[in-house]
């Protein structure tokens, strides 16, 4: 779910590398969770979990949130996907910065089975060229989980995060950026070389089945707005339901985790105070993800006193 956002991008610039709705009159279908952040000074803030995919039903946002959005001076994200696409130099940068550089390409650093398993994923696909052997772990095991989503029927061009900018366009309304791409492929390449090695295998071991259901029974919660259910999606996707896990399991998703969601988390609640003292109106609109759990942004904003109500 939070990891998807930009590798179709990513998927067309490494070919380029190897060779050098939301104004619709229709009712909404979705009802996403939404949250009131106070201050109690007359501060306050609005909260939304996104999704980084998604299907026709996303082409019409629900009134709550165009409603919500009307009355907002801006619009905060993790990153403006949009813009950022724009920027092909940027982009381009950026992915080298994941890739080896010292004459070796993936085949010299991970299991070999894991490579072929993970190859032939993707060649099932049509994703897989020979320029992407340069590329870490942990980009080949968002590869793998790019060669499945294409074969369920959410697309990235649906997704929350991109609708909501496009309607922040629409109206005038300014997006601000929370972190940036440039981040977040940081903190990716900052993993051990353990860590990623592991996720790409537990990656090649899921089947496209696991993964199309994982996937669709996160997106029906999330349309359905079904907070109990996204709860237990997003801990059995960080690996904290597991009861039984070899120390290279824990240690591995204990690293993921902490990079991932909990300083990202950190940062996101801060960015939200920041917000609030601020004066001006925001929807702050990040992954589902960040939301929950005891390290979650909803979690740390209540722990600072504010008080966190669900908007209806």
């Not at 909404?28 to 939404?34: A, G, K, N, V």
């Not at 949130?65 to 950026?94: P, S």
């Not at 925001?282 to 740390?300: E, K, N, P």
Request: charged content about 25%.
């Amino acid at each position: 779910m939070r990891k998807n956002r930009i590798l179709a991008l990513i998927l067309t610039l490494v070919m380029v590398i190897s060779l050098t709705a939301c104004g619709s009159s229709k009712t909404s279908q979705i009802d996403p969770l939404m949250w009131i952040v106070k201050d109690g000074e007359g501060g306050c803030l609005y909260l939304m979990g996104t999704i980084h995919v998604g299907d026709e039903r996303m082409e019409t946002l629900p009134l709550k949130v165009t409603k919500t959005m009307d009355a907002c001076d801006y619009l905060a994200v993790e990153f403006d996907i949009l813009e950022t696409e724009n920027n092909t130099a940027g982009l381009l940068e950026t992915m080298k910065s994941l890739m080896y550089t010292d004459g070796t390409t993936i085949k010299d650093h991970i299991d070999g089975e894991i490579y072929e398993d993970a190859k032939k994923i993707m060649e099932d696909s049509g994703i897989y060229n020979s320029a992407l052997d340069y590329y870490v772990p942990i980009m080949w095991q968002q590869f793998v989980s790019e060669a499945f989503m294409q074969k369920t029927d959410l697309k990235a061009e649906y997704g929350a995060d991109r609708a909501l900018i496009e309607y922040a366009n629409e109206k005038n309304i300014e997006v601000l950026d929370i972190e940036s791409m440039e981040l977040q492929m940081d903190m990716l390449r900052s993993l051990s070389p353990e860590t990623q090695e592991y996720l790409l295998g537990a990656s090649v071991l899921t089947t496209e089945d696991m993964y199309n259901k994982s996937l669709n029974a996160m997106y029906e919660s999330w349309v359905d707005g079904d907070r109990e259910k996204l709860e237990t999606l997003v801990a059995a996707d960080s690996g904290l339901t597991e009861s039984v896990m070899n120390d290279e399991a824990k240690a591995a998703m204990d690293e993921y985790n902490e990079k991932m969601l909990t300083i990202r988390n950190q940062n996101m609640a801060l960015a939200a105070e920041r917000y609030i003292d601020g004066g001006a109106t925001v929807l702050l609109a990040v992954g589902t993800a960040h939301m929950f759990g005891d390290d979650g942004i909803i979690s740390l904003l209540e722990s600072k006193g504010y008080t966190v109500e669900e908007w209806q």
